[in-house]
């Protein structure tokens, strides 16, 4: 993580203040979001890109039989081109 913040924007950390956006590693048969401590799924931008918003999504999906399709969850960026008057 720390190379790639040398060369990439991390999307989410504006906006992590309000949810730090942990989205690994869920236990897939426990209700809720247990064991998500880990922000491991990212969106990485390099750039006249801005952020606009950002969310993390899933996790509270369960089967019929109570199991998560996966230990992760998913991270949703609304990104903006900043236009060639602006830079």
């Given at each position: ?29 426990a ?28 996790g ?28």
């Amino acid at each position: 993580y720390g190379f790639l913040r040398k060369i990439f924007k991390d999307s989410y950390e504006p906006f992590a203040l309000a949810d730090p956006g942990f989205t690994c590693c869920m236990d897939i048969y426990a209700p809720g979001l247990a064991g998500v401590d880990q922000r491991i799924d990212l969106v990485l931008t390099r750039g006249d890109i801005v952020p606009t918003g950002a969310t993390v999504v899933g996790g509270v999906e369960r089967s019929p039989t109570g199991i998560s399709a996966s230990d992760h969850r998913g991270v949703v960026v609304a990104l903006d081109l900043v236009p060639d008057a602006v830079r």
